[in-house]
């Protein structure tokens, strides 16, 4: 079986307008020539990305995050936090009106569409030469993992880049149904909680496992369905065979199904679920993408409770978990040696890596002493989203706790299980149309199909019928042939040589 490479990791007032600051930005000196700056300019790069909103404090942070990427690189940023709930249209609208930016914050739902409008810069070889740190503290295969025809547009951002999913408990409910909370479950383990959820259910008078109409999404996590954005197509993880199947038609797949169908009917799954448009802020049983550690570190606490985690299933690395954060350089900026530099600082420097986390340096947090080896959270109203920007690795550690989180994400991400398909980028082109219709079909269906409010021998042929008719079929047979393309060039075996 496939295992990762491993590499060691090194140690905006106000709403943001659709006219951007100009793409290279301003400059403290004459305009370069060419696409690098000279020794002595100090170049301006806007970075946009997404968060909750502009921090207060954004001028107070500039004052110190600034001067010192002067000094080391000759570099001035002015970041653009655009809030989640504006950032599909805002990030839309960016792109393709070729709004000016330098940095933008990416992911797998949007990637390689924006590279095939030419939306971003290649950086194959400039990430290799011109910031050889960066291109070192970051696993190879999760480089290739972000290629589109071979060539790199994105620069990772090394954190759990890997996807564990985890069973997290209220704790103490849980055990007091006599329930002993174990290490791990495998996805065919579900069925045995049956009798613990009915029992949390009946103690709290409560769903234990609220859902709303996203529904349980990581049913399917252990195929990978190649970007295409559709969960009912995909090939498991560890087919050496490479075979690009139907996912709602597999047995393990139906099993779960199954089972989320006998908790609906018990009333441990809410009533109301398909359509339910908010996640429940306590959930005495769920499943989340994380690690063990976030338990203590933000699942219970989000909950107000003591919270235990099960780990459910494998650790997977594939495209899409390395692409779910991602800093891509315009096309169309003007110093994107400059930009990469920055990023080389973001993913290798702690300091500038601490203010981009934390925010300003005496306000919302302090180093604990001049060691410089924990951090003290001030208070928590920093809104720039740490998982967009960098590295976790080269984050200093809170002393809200005794541990260092992110050593066991480090752990997962180095003993994760690679897909067959690792590296392999799917080209929609020819059947676009089509896959847009069975996408369609599928997100009509998904809060019942994921929610288990209907049994699976009834839910799930009618979305296969309507996806069928759609030609769900024409898109299996193209993935394939594109499958095995890539596993004859990897030396893989193919599906057909399988056979």
């Known amino acids: 079986m496939k295992?990762?490479?491993?590499?060691?990791?090194?140690?905006?007032?106000?709403?943001?307008?659709?006219?951007?600051?100009?793409?290279?930005?301003s400059s403290s000196s004459s305009a370069a020539t060419g696409d690098t700056a000279s020794t002595d300019e100090v170049v301006t790069l806007t970075w946009v990305t997404v968060g909750n909103g502009q921090p207060t404090n954004y001028d107070a942070w500039l004052e110190q995050i600034n001067p010192y990427l002067e000094e080391k690189i000759g570099v001035n940023l002015d970041v653009q936090v655009v809030s989640w709930g504006d950032w599909d249209n805002r990030r839309n609208v960016i792109v393709n009106t070729s709004g000016e930016y330098d940095i933008l914050f990416t992911n797998m739902n949007t990637y390689v569409n924006d590279v095939h409008i030419g939306a971003f810069a290649d950086i194959s070889e400039l990430v290799k030469t011109a910031t050889p740190d960066l291109y070192a503290s970051i696993p190879e295969d999760y480089w290739e993992a972000c290629e589109v025809g071979g060539q790199l547009y994105g620069v990772p951002t090394y954190k759990d880049s890997s996807i564990s999913e985890y069973l997290v408990f209220d704790k103490e409910l849980a055990e007091s149904t006599g329930y002993t909370i174990p290490e791990s479950l495998?996805?065919?383990?579900?069925?045995?909680?049956?009798?613990?959820?009915?029992?949390?259910?009946?103690a709290k008078g409560e769903a234990s496992f609220p859902m709303n109409k996203n529904g349980a999404t990581w049913v399917a996590f252990e195929y990978d369905n190649m970007g295409t954005g559709l969960l009912p197509i995909g090939v498991r993880y560890n087919d050496t065979s490479a075979t690009v199947v139907p996912v709602l038609e597999q047995e393990d797949v139906q099993a779960s199904l199954d089972t989320f169908h006998e908790w609906y009917q018990a009333g441990i799954i809410n009533s109301d679920a398909a359509t339910k448009p908010e996640e429940n802020a306590y959930k005495p049983c769920s499943v989340a993408q994380g690690w063990s550690g976030a338990a203590i570190t933000s699942w219970g606490p989000q909950m107000g409770v003591e919270a235990a985690a099960t780990k459910l299933g494998p650790t997977v690395i594939s495209n899409d978990t390395v692409r779910g954060s991602l800093n891509c350089?315009?096309?169309?900026?003007?110093?994107?040696?400059?930009?990469?530099?920055?990023?080389?600082?973001?993913?290798?420097?702690?300091?500038?890596?601490?203010?981009?986390?934390?925010?300003?340096?005496?306000?919302?947090?302090?180093?604990?002493d001049d060691t410089k080896e924990w951090v003290h959270k001030n208070n928590a109203d920093w809104t720039m989203a740490g998982y967009t920007q960098g590295s976790f690795f080269t984050v200093t550690p809170s002393d809200e706790f005794d541990f260092n989180q992110y050593d066991e994400v480090k752990e997962l991400n180095e003993n994760a299980e690679a897909s067959v398909l690792l590296g392999f980028t799917l080209d929609t082109t020819n059947f676009k149309d089509q896959l847009s219709n069975c996408v369609s079909i599928y997100e009509r269906y998904k809060g019942?199909?994921?929610?288990?409010?209907?049994?699976?021998?009834?839910?799930?042929?009618?979305?296969?019928?309507?996806?069928?008719?759609?030609?769900?079929?024409?898109?299996?047979?193209?993935?394939?042939?594109?499958?095995?393309?890539?596993m004859a060039s990897n030396g893989?075996?193919?599906?057909?040589s399988a056979e």
């Not at 979305?463 to 079929?473: L, P, V, Y």
């Open 186 to 202: 495998a996805m065919s383990d579900l069925g045995t909680l049956t009798d613990t959820l009915a029992a949390m259910k009946d």
């Open 448 to 486: 019942e199909l994921l929610s288990g409010t209907h049994p699976t021998d009834e839910v799930v042929p009618q979305i296969m019928n309507e996806m069928r008719a759609a030609g769900f079929d024409d898109i299996v047979a193209q993935c394939q042939e594109q499958v095995d393309a890539f």
């Open 329 to 368: 350089i315009s096309a169309n900026c003007a110093y994107p040696e400059k930009a990469l530099q920055l990023l080389e600082l973001v993913n290798t420097d702690s300091y500038v890596r601490d203010l981009l986390y934390y925010g300003v340096q005496g306000e919302n947090w302090d180093y604990t």
């Open 492 to 496: 893989g075996a193919t599906a057909e």
């Open 3 to 25: 295992k990762l490479n491993k590499a060691l990791a090194l140690g905006m007032a106000g709403t943001m307008a659709l006219s951007l600051a100009a793409c290279g930005g």
